[in-house]
């Protein structure tokens, strides 16, 4: 038995993963290294994700925790498919981060068994939402859909700037605009996957960001949609920050024009977003309020903005009647999500409103939830004596 069990152990640390298991039956298999899980899903015929992480990451934790842990997910892609995790600060993971443009947590790509890419997704999702992709990937692959531009290998012979601009910590160093120009200089063709991440990732100065908006179709062609609105979204960025500067609003009248150009599909939802976050840097409340309403009467908001923005407004905002309209937002927020930093939020606000029985009720479910998931409730602890100390 002994000897059984330490050939295992040998031959678990050659392929690179480990075991994670909730029980007996539900047991999933972890790669830890992308090339020998890509390996295993072309020896196997199945189809790999990979998971990326990073270790501040509190919703890649949550997912962990609530997501990766359910039966049905675990059986299914034990079942069904190849799984790996990567540390996208680590040494070992930024290669694949850099090729598949990995740039928020936590995110997955998903691949054929054949190596190519299938379609990449970010964001928390719960073990339902997460079913459902996970079939519509099966789906997916099923019909041959593949992200034509991205080949299967990772790519050879980085910029020498990635590795200081992606490691861990608060000390990342990030290459001006002139240094990427210099290496996009070198570049003979600046529609590959090497060129198209150093531009995906880092600011282009004006002339290679003229180019990329003038030729984003043909990206958008060999690198998918997701990309490259990410991508135009950050031109915008810096379009927007030029109305910051000014504190001229009339500007807006051109940039919608440059949305309107550019991102059709998505201009009426980015004109409201980039009015939200124009108003709240301006501290003008009412009409942040405003355009947040508009975004989630059409419901292009997602929950996690809707918590950024009130949480904003809580540190922020004296106006009773916004935050009225914030506690309100996201008393359908926990509804859906009773997150900890959500549940938080919706107590926090409520508190300020004057609504002291309803906070502290709230805010002791958060500092339950969040103790349950092995959160820092300090400061939440800390509110709580404040909204048990007012008089009512």
């Given at each position: 038995m002994i000897h059984r069990l330490l050939k295992l152990c040998l031959f678990l640390s050659l392929i690179g993963g480990y075991n994670y298991s909730i029980g007996q039956n539900a047991e999933l298999y972890v790669f830890d290294d992308f090339e020998k899980a890509r390996m295993e899903a072309?020896?196997?015929?199945?189809?790999?994700?990979?998971?990326?992480?990073?270790?501040?990451?509190?919703?890649?934790?949550?997912?962990?925790?609530?997501?990766?842990?359910?039966?049905?997910?675990?059986?299914?892609?034990?079942?069904?498919?190849?799984?790996?995790?990567?540390?996208?600060?680590?040494?070992?993971?930024?290669?694949?981060?850099?090729?598949?443009?990995?740039?928020?947590?936590?995110?997955?790509?998903?691949?054929?068994?054949?190596?190519?890419?299938?379609?990449?997704?970010?964001?928390?999702?719960?073990?339902a939402d997460y079913m459902e992709e996970l079939k519509g990937i099966a789906r997916m692959n099923e019909e041959g859909k593949r992200i034509k531009g991205v080949s299967k290998d990772l790519i050879n012979e980085m910029p020498e700037f990635c590795y200081p601009a992606f490691k861990k910590g608060n000390t990342r160093e990030y290459p001006t605009s002139e240094e990427v120009s210099k290496y996009l200089d070198q570049q003979t063709d600046l529609f590959s996957e090497r060129s198209f991440s150093v531009m995906y990732f880092f600011e282009l100065d004006s002339s290679y960001q003229s180019l990329f908006v003038e030729h984003y179709k043909k990206y958008e062609d060999l690198y998918g949609t997701y990309d490259i609105l990410r991508k135009l979204e950050r031109v915008l960025d810096q379009e927007y920050m030029k109305i910051v500067k000014s504190k001229d609003e009339t500007q807006f009248k051109n940039f919608d024009q440059m949305l309107t150009e550019y991102v059709p599909e998505q201009a009426s939802r980015l004109s409201v977003m980039y009015r939200i976050a124009y108003y709240r840097k301006m501290e003008q409340w009412k009409e942040m309020a405003r355009f947040m309403e508009i975004a989630?009467?059409?419901?292009?908001?997602?929950?996690?903005?809707?918590?950024?923005?009130?949480?904003?407004?809580?540190?922020?905002?004296?106006?009773?009647?916004?935050?009225?309209?914030?506690?309100?937002?996201?008393?359908?927020?926990?509804?859906?999500?009773?997150?900890?930093?959500?549940?938080?939020?919706?107590?926090?606000?409520?508190?300020?409103?004057?609504?002291?029985?309803?906070?502290?009720?709230?805010?002791?479910?958060?500092?339950?939830?969040?103790k349950e998931n092995g959160e820092d409730v300090s400061e939440s602890e800390a509110l709580l004596k404040k909204i048990t100390g007012v008089e009512r």
């Open positions: 072309s020896n196997s015929g199945r189809i790999l994700i990979v998971d990326y992480y990073t270790d501040w990451c509190g919703w890649c934790k949550v997912m962990d925790k609530n997501t990766f842990t359910d039966a049905a997910i675990v059986n299914y892609i034990d079942s069904s498919f190849v799984y790996a995790k990567l540390d996208a600060e680590a040494e070992s993971g930024i290669p694949a981060r850099f090729k598949y443009r990995i740039n928020s947590f936590p995110s997955f790509t998903y691949h054929s068994p054949d190596g190519l890419l299938i379609d990449k997704r970010s964001g928390y999702l719960n073990p989630i009467n059409r419901d292009s908001m997602h929950i996690s903005s809707i918590n950024y923005h009130c949480w904003h407004l809580y540190q922020k905002c004296d106006d009773r009647r916004v935050i009225k309209k914030a506690y309100q937002w996201m008393a359908k927020v926990v509804e859906d999500e009773p997150t900890y930093a959500y549940l938080d939020t919706y107590a926090s606000l409520l508190y300020k409103g004057g609504k002291n029985k309803d906070s502290e009720k709230y805010m002791n479910k958060a500092i339950a939830v969040g």
